[in-house]
């Protein structure tokens, strides 16, 4: 069964930064590309970034220049380095497994808050 779940969510001032984790389990995950998504209240699911096996990273332009995504294997970690936080950026940010969008696999979430 493949279980995801995320941390490091919480409330920061805009211009802040947050690093989210993603602790997989159930699967080959050094095997798989991994992607960060995100909801925002009353909208849908917002693909972010996709980490592909070979090292590859994609972005939306929204964040390009500000996220970072890396992944540990051996720790079968996934992470979200989220750089000058804007008000917009307010939303539950989920890992999920996989390239396909929308993803079939994903963790409950991590709430990110942008507040002054």
């Known amino acids: 069964e493949v279980q995801l779940v995320e941390s490091g969510g919480g409330l920061v001032r805009p211009g802040g930064s947050l690093r989210l984790s993603c602790v997989a389990s159930?699967?080959?995950?050094?095997?798989?590309?991994m992607m960060w998504v995100r909801q925002a209240p009353g909208k849908g699911l917002y693909w972010l970034s996709t980490?592909?096996?070979?090292?590859?990273?994609t972005y939306a332009d929204s964040v390009k220049g500000r996220f970072s995504i890396s992944r540990d294997n051996a720790k079968n970690t996934l992470y979200l380095q989220l750089n000058s936080l804007k008000i917009e950026d307010t939303a539950m940010y989920y890992c999920?497994?996989?390239?396909?969008?929308?993803?079939?696999?994903r963790g409950q979430g991590t709430q990110v808050t942008v507040s002054s």
């Open positions: 999920a497994k996989g390239s396909a969008f929308p993803p079939i696999d």
């Open positions: 980490l592909y096996v070979d090292g590859v990273t």
């Open positions: 159930g699967f080959a995950f050094e095997q798989h590309p």
